[in-house]
């Protein structure tokens, strides 16, 4: 997906892909709370009214993986090298329409190359399902999506697929403790029912 985008579109679209924040969030990032290692989640927006985080767990830092990071050094760099101020802006320096972005710029360039646009909320599921499925434990991805309870994020937000469900039960197949044996057939006088029904 990243490769068929143009400039923003594909740095947003990583920057949503890779911390999960939500759209309000996103629309917020702003460079002076950029440290290159984390991104602090100080305010949202919805659409031009300026909001504090959902929650006061909301505000947490957001990690930034070496990857984006490099993408938002970029940014920047194409941005004139600001160091306050939105980090996403439109031209008239107001925080950036993400549904006009991707109904003028992502979904045409997805259609061309043959690939499915979901919105933006499917980053932040996607996000805590790939997590998940490396092994991440579900407390951890909590911390980085910022639910109130681990409980949002297992009944919400990770998806298991049917390929996820067949591998579990694979596993518990394989597992050492799961050899039961071989059990002998029972003979008739071990069933007492017989006798007394």
């Known amino acids: 997906m990243l490769h068929v985008l143009p400039e923003p579109a594909a740095t947003i679209v990583a920057a949503a892909s890779f911390t999960g ?4 969030e996103l629309r917020g990032f702003r460079w002076e709370d950029f440290d290159g290692g984390q991104i602090r989640i100080s305010q949202s927006y ?3 009214h300026v909001q504090e985080p959902k929650t006061k767990k909301s ?8 990857q984006l990071s490099e ?9 004139g090298n600001p160091e306050i101020g939105l980090m ?10 993400l549904d ?11 259609e061309k190359a043959g690939l499915a646009w979901h919105g933006w909320h499917a980053f932040r599921r996607g996000l805590a399902t790939n997590l998940h499925r490396l092994g991440v434990p579900d407390e951890t991805i909590q911390r980085i999506l910022r639910h109130s309870t681990v409980a949002v994020t ?10 996820d469900a067949v591998s579990a039960m694979r596993s518990l197949e394989n597992a050492p ?17 017989r006798r007394t029904h």
């Open 21 to 24: 924040v939500r759209k309000g």
């Open 46 to 48: 919805w659409r031009s």
């Open 59 to 66: 505000k947490a830092p957001v990690p930034v993986i070496s």
């Open 71 to 79: 993408r938002f050094e970029l940014h920047r760099e194409l941005s």
């Open 88 to 97: 996403f802006a439109s031209p008239l320096g107001t925080p950036i329409n």
């Open 100 to 110: 006009a972005l991707a109904e003028d710029v992502i979904r045409p360039a997805l």
């Open 154 to 163: 297992q009944n919400c937000y990770i998806k298991t697929s049917h390929a």
């Open 177 to 193: 403790n799961m050899h039961l044996g071989r059990r002998r057939r029972p003979e008739p006088s071990d069933i007492s029912w």
